[in-house]
């Protein structure tokens, strides 16, 4: 993997990785023949405390103007093959890309004071850092679609994020995630995922590593392995199983066609994935996500996410890295919505039992046609 | 206020309330003229424990066959008018109804055993009730348009519901809330609301209880009665000052456009209400709901909960009472949605910030043309 950085003309860095034969460069067009892009005036985001649900919200107002379904010719995740139609990526092909989100949530370097910041409320300058990752110059691929090495190469990229990233001061959890489809509110179809590096570890991860601990404690082992290790035992949930990868439909799942894939192995963080971990976890990364695509014949919607390990300098080693995927569907034509009993209540109800989904992802061919 | 129990031809229970002129009776057609209804072979729900969220979920999968959004003459909450053509509601006008959901989440006197139940995954049976309240027989009403008096007999109902639901053994908590419109994933239009009598107190609930108890062992008051102070004293974020009831923006708020009603006193439930508070309150409820439907001229979608003291014995007298309404709109044309960032890091992202929404919803008129 061959690592080049640079910097685009409104100030934002982006990573170019390169992988095989084309880790040697990419062709880059020289800086500034981009033109300047609208982030520089960007209002700054604040976080605010909620003293109610006590934890982190964020108020990024700017964000209302995001660029929204644009046609394809216009799509700002392309390379730029145009020098007079440039887009995101100056270069006329890549393998992966890193670069960041020109509409932030989170931003580095703020400085301005805080709005207030008393006993009751407390608003805060929202720093850290939103990237987004281009996983293929192709605007019609899918990761059902791309090679095992293909996938591969874009988990060594999400590994290398998650130790860059991490490594800065201000980062307390750098956090991974995917949303593909209309159905969760994608506004850019071109197969790309996202990374938020928080300054904080996010409630539902700071929930998960609680009760891993809590489980530690009483048990003296991994929550997480005890789960595989039940989950194996019994099979009825299982959705794949490779030499290193598991998958399943948890016992308590909350979507109707949850997944979630572990690592066999107990590692806390994708850093850790050996050379031949990554290629299995590709493997079935691949694998599950040509079976949501052939499960009704179209591209499957979902959100996915990977919960790793903090990067507050605490020690962790409880933790049992993870990715979990959550798609809205519950039928080819009905969605699952949240509703005042999810949202006002915290209790996830399920139209379906989690054994018969499990199943139907199993008997789901692997392969997009 | 009269009340009228009844019971369905298939087991289930229906409560009559009437007001007024008509709080003599309904003109119920005798049972048995209404055929029996697909309940009583319905599978019997299931709570399972998510270990790793440490939180109840619930598997019910008849609640996949529920009605979809059927044709107005087919509406199931609407009066029986036609005898060839019986509805949920065997007479031919009422007040307001509440009565057992046909697609319920949680059942009460299940029996059957627990499928599993050791350290690391629980299930049993799901005991509770679920009930639907039809605010009007009119299926084209709305809250905005009821009268004023309407609205306060609805407020009644719930407080009627909270106690005798609240009352019972098996309940721990009443959550009382409405969906809204397609975009939150109602199926049936006609103005209606849900109770869930929760055989345990609700996660989101179980966080609010748990920041008011902190915050009153801190400093000897009630959170909420300090949040309403701050925002009187403020007013950025008031919507509307009743006599009784206050409506904000919060500065902490997930939704765009989310409200929050409290009544100024510091009460912990509906029943509590006085008189005068009952009908203050549903003053500002409709005017809130009117302020809400002519932000963009059409009925705007929300999920609206109740978040009331639990009715588990215990002393909760540092609680308060207050209603939330989380519309999905952002704008007159795009939804949030709730993604990788909502979901897998539990985190909201607000597009917007709450002052400058507080003002759209003060500045919008008060009744729907």
């Avoid at 931003?107 to 409320?121: H, M, Q, R």
């Amino acid at each position: 993997m061959r690592k080049l950085r640079t910097v685009k003309p409104d100030g934002r860095y982006l990573i170019y990785y390169g992988f095989g034969e084309r880790a040697d460069l990419p062709a880059i067009s020289p800086l500034g023949e981009t033109p300047p892009q609208a982030a520089e005036g960007v209002p700054a985001p604040q976080m605010r405390w909620n003293p109610v649900l006590r934890q982190w919200g964020v108020v990024a107002s700017h964000r209302q103007e995001r660029t929204f379904l644009p046609a394809e010719e216009r799509c700002p995740f392309c390379p730029t093959r145009d020098p007079q139609r440039p887009t995101e990526i100056p270069a006329p092909d890549f393998d992966i890309v890193a670069f960041e989100n020109r509409f932030p949530s989170f931003v580095s370097g703020l400085s301005f004071p805080a709005e207030t910041e008393d006993e009751l409320y407390r608003a805060q300058p929202a720093r850290g850092v939103c990237e987004v990752v281009v996983y293929t110059p192709d605007h019609h691929a899918s990761v059902a679609g791309l090679s095992v090495q293909q996938v591969r190469n874009l988990v060594e990229v999400w590994a290398d994020r998650s130790q860059e990233l991490g490594a800065l001061e201000s980062v307390r959890y750098v956090f991974i995630f995917e949303n593909r489809g209309e159905a969760v509110g994608v506004t850019l179809h071109h197969p790309h995922g996202q990374i938020y590096a928080f300054p904080y570890v996010p409630p539902a991860v700071e929930r998960e590593l609680a009760s891993a601990r809590a489980h530690e404690e009483r048990t003296g082992r991994c929550l997480f392995c005890h789960i595989l290790e039940r989950e194996v035992a019994g099979g009825a949930r299982l959705v794949l199983e490779g030499r290193h990868t598991l998958a399943m439909v948890p016992f308590y799942a909350r979507w109707p066609y949850e997944v979630h894939v572990f690592p066999r192995r107990h590692v806390t963080s994708l850093p850790e994935l050996s050379e031949e971990e990554r290629m299995d976890l590709a493997r079935a990364l691949k694998v599950l996500a040509g079976k949501y695509d052939n499960l009704f014949g179209f591209p499957f919607p979902y959100v996915m996410v990977v919960h790793q390990r903090p990067t507050d300098g605490a020690d962790h080693g409880y933790y049992h890295l993870h990715f979990e995927f959550y798609p809205p569907h519950r039928t080819a034509d009905r969605l699952k919505y949240l509703a005042g009993v999810e949202l006002g209540a915290g209790t996830f109800l399920l139209d379906a039992t989690p054994e018969e989904k499990a199943r139907e992802l199993r008997e789901a061919p692997p392969h997009s046609v």
